[in-house]
């Protein structure tokens, strides 16, 4: 047992639904209890869809349990091929039926059904939504693709003369972060290089599209959470090449626009494809604060990766804190961490990423939908990078976050929740001011950030737990010089430096010391 009040991800079976909501012609039914229809909100109201997704349910209740369910099971499917007459039926147990073990695959597998069927494990209690939705696109793509494999170890044969070269975009999703915006930016980056797209799937592909893949020279593993098994299983088997590189950012637009040109032996110079007004912005007076702003970043990991790379390289912060609740990705993050001279994070209690934002004061952080709420109580600047998300994370304007639209959008966003330039100068000097001071938000985001800036980051957040250490009066006068934004991280440091050196009073004379230990 585990005490859980906020979850990073659902339930595996969400991530089946995830596919089959993003794909045309597939229906998924889903042995589950009474109440689990509670998915379909995500999709009409989260991503806001048109339609129902497609999936029946079983809806078993109490009563049900003292009589046949697997016949529920079996009129289920019976009514899903009728009704919906789909190219490929998915057939999954939810939580509370994998404990009845009635065997919906099996049952389907044996009940004579006039489509075909992709039976699915979803292990939900030790898996999640992540790991739901890569087993689900995986089972389909082997279902399908399996009999048009060659033997092992035939040689791919090489591009027909004059043919376009051709990739698949594999991983993207409903319910993914910014999805259908990075597909239409990284189609357009591939077309400006003369790269054709042959199947983008999951998301608005049919089982037919599926089978058209190998056609492709290369597969694109655009969101690894989702496409890394598929990726993985189309290149052993059909030797297809995996473009891995993740175009999020200006740097890893410009490295992916350089893997794809190796993998199909074509010649591009980068500078021509195209340019993103990041690299300008970043550079331009204005941005000089930006400069060794302590940034936090935890998310689902290939947007943890790519962002902390963005955050250092493109936009001159210092990456102080770097996580994910991946556990699939976990290796690939703390390997990113340790460029950084970090140890990674992994995990999916919010508790403890809180404790670390506690722990690290950044000036920011980028994150989930969860550390959007940790960092409002902590007083400090967030930006959503990752799912999960809210609604207002699926906008309605175009906001990709991939190839150079997309690190548009990125500076844009993380920019806007800080303090701007002028103002934090303002603050250093003028601290009394009626209007514009510390208990207050940034004044361009209205009062928007003033609740947060109430709960001043620095009264006590960092105080040590046997409250040994005292703060006399003259020295938390001092320490209210410093700007709200570095307050924090100044009290921690200041406290870490009185325990080390045995001291149980901090005078002014202690604030300092400690501000010129740790500038050392
Ligand atoms: S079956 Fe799983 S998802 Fe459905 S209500 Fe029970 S615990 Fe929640």
């Given at each position: 047992?585990e005490?859980?009040?906020?979850?990073?991800?659902?339930?595996p079976?969400?991530g089946a639904i995830?596919?089959?909501?993003?794909?045309?012609?597939?229906?998924?039914?889903?042995?589950?209890?009474?109440?689990?229809?509670?998915?379909d909100?995500?999709?009409?109201?989260?991503?806001?869809?048109?339609?129902?997704?497609?999936?029946?349910?079983?809806t078993?209740?109490?009563?049900?349990l003292?009589?046949s369910?697997?016949?529920?099971v079996i009129?289920?499917?019976r009514?899903?091929?009728?009704?919906?007459?789909?190219?490929?039926?998915?057939?999954?147990?939810s939580?509370?039926?994998?404990?009845?073990?009635?065997?919906?695959?099996?049952?389907?597998?044996?009940?004579?059904l006039?489509?075909?069927?992709?039976?699915?494990?979803m292990?939900?209690?030790?898996?999640?939504?992540?790991?739901?939705?890569?087993?689900t696109?995986?089972?389909?793509?082997?279902?399908?693709?399996?009999?048009?494999?060659p033997p092992p170890?035939?040689?791919?044969?090489?591009?027909?003369?004059?043919?376009?070269?051709?990739?698949?975009l594999?991983?993207?999703?409903?319910?993914?972060?910014?999805?259908?915006?990075?597909?239409?930016?990284i189609?357009?980056?591939?077309?400006?290089?003369?790269?054709?797209?042959?199947?983008?799937?999951?998301?608005g592909?049919?089982?037919?599209?599926?089978?058209?893949?190998?056609?492709?020279?290369?597969n694109?593993n655009?969101?690894p959470e989702v496409?890394?098994?598929?990726?993985?299983?189309?290149?052993?088997?059909?030797?297809?090449?995996?473009?891995?590189?993740?175009?999020?950012?200006?740097?890893?637009?410009?490295?992916?626009?350089?893997e794809?040109?190796?993998?199909?032996?074509?010649?591009?110079?980068?500078?021509?494809?195209?340019?993103?007004?990041l690299?300008?912005?970043?550079?331009?007076?204005?941005?000089?604060?930006?400069?060794g702003?302590r940034?936090?970043?935890?998310?689902?990991?290939?947007h943890?990766?790519?962002?902390?790379?963005?955050a250092?390289?493109?936009?001159?912060?210092?990456?102080?804190?770097?996580?994910?609740?991946?556990?699939?990705?976990?290796?690939?993050?703390?390997?990113?961490?340790?460029?950084?001279?970090?140890?990674?994070?992994?995990?999916d209690?919010?508790?403890e990423?809180?404790?670390?934002?506690?722990?690290?004061?950044?000036?920011m952080?980028?994150g989930t939908?969860?550390?959007?709420?940790?960092?409002?109580?902590l007083?400090?600047?967030?930006?959503?990078?990752?799912?999960?998300?809210?609604?207002?994370?699926?906008p309605?304007?175009?906001?990709?976050?991939?190839?150079?639209?997309?690190a548009?959008v990125?500076?844009?966003?993380?920019?806007?929740?800080?303090i701007m330039?002028?103002?934090?100068?303002?603050?250093?000097?003028?601290?009394?001011?009626?209007?514009?001071?510390?208990s207050?938000?940034?004044s361009?985001?209205?009062?928007?950030?003033?609740?947060?800036?109430?709960?001043?980051?620095?009264?006590?957040?960092?105080?040590?737990?046997?409250?040994a250490?005292?703060?006399?009066?003259?020295?938390e006068k001092?320490l209210?010089?410093?700007?709200?934004?570095?307050?924090?991280?100044?009290r921690?440091?200041?406290?870490?430096?009185a325990?080390e050196?045995?001291?149980?009073?901090?005078?002014?004379?202690?604030?300092?010391?400690a501000k010129?230990?740790?500038?050392?």
């Open positions: 047992m005490l859980t009040l906020w979850t990073y991800e659902g339930p079976h969400v995830r596919v089959a909501a993003s794909m045309r012609d597939v229906h998924l039914m889903l042995h589950s209890p009474q109440g689990d229809t509670y998915a909100l995500l999709f009409t109201m989260i991503e806001r869809e048109g339609r129902r997704p497609p999936v029946t349910y079983t078993f209740q109490a009563r049900d003292g009589s369910t697997a016949e529920m009129n289920s499917l009514e899903s091929a009728e009704r919906f007459k789909p190219q490929v039926l998915l057939v999954a147990d939580c509370t039926a994998e404990l009845i073990q009635d065997q919906p695959g099996a049952l389907a597998l044996g009940a004579d006039p489509v075909p069927v992709i039976p699915l494990e292990a939900a209690y030790t898996r999640k939504e992540n790991w739901g939705a890569a087993e696109f995986y089972q389909l793509v082997r279902g399908l693709l399996s009999r048009q494999a170890g035939t040689e791919r044969p090489p591009r027909e003369p004059g043919a376009r070269p051709s990739v698949n594999l991983g993207p999703t409903k319910l993914g972060f910014r999805c259908r915006d990075d597909v239409v930016e189609e357009r980056l591939l077309s400006s290089m003369g790269v054709d797209v042959n199947v983008v799937a999951p998301l592909a049919s089982p037919q599209d599926l089978q058209a893949i190998p056609k492709a020279d290369a694109v655009l969101c496409s890394d098994l598929t990726c993985s299983w189309l290149a052993r088997t059909f030797g297809m090449p995996t473009i891995s590189t993740i175009p999020m950012g200006w740097g890893a637009t410009r490295d992916f626009i350089a794809v040109a190796s993998a199909l032996g074509l010649d591009v110079d980068v500078d021509a494809v195209g340019e993103s007004r690299p300008w912005y970043s550079r331009s007076i204005d941005s000089t604060y930006l400069t702003k940034v936090f970043v935890f998310a689902d990991g290939s943890a990766i790519a962002a902390a790379r963005v250092r390289d493109e936009m001159g912060f210092e990456v102080v804190g770097l996580g994910t609740y991946s556990r699939e990705r976990a290796r690939d993050v703390r390997a990113a961490a340790k460029e950084y001279g970090l140890e990674a994070l992994i995990t209690n919010y508790l990423v809180e404790a670390k934002v506690q722990e690290l004061q950044p000036e952080v980028l939908q969860m550390e959007r709420h940790i960092a409002k109580r007083g400090i600047p967030c930006a959503v990078i990752s799912t999960p998300a809210h609604v207002q994370d699926y309605a304007r175009y906001s990709p976050q991939m190839g150079f639209e997309g548009n990125l500076f844009d966003t993380w920019v806007h929740p800080l330039g002028l103002e934090e100068h303002l603050l250093h000097m003028f601290r009394d001011d009626f209007e514009f001071n510390d207050v938000g940034p361009h985001l209205g009062s928007e950030g003033e609740g947060a800036r109430a709960q001043d980051s620095s009264s006590g957040a960092g105080q040590p737990d046997d409250g250490i005292v703060w006399d009066f003259e020295a001092e209210k010089k410093i700007p709200f934004f570095v307050r924090g991280k100044a921690r440091n200041t406290e870490k430096f325990v050196h045995g001291l149980t009073t901090i005078e002014v004379d202690t604030l300092y010391d010129a230990h740790f500038s050392n």
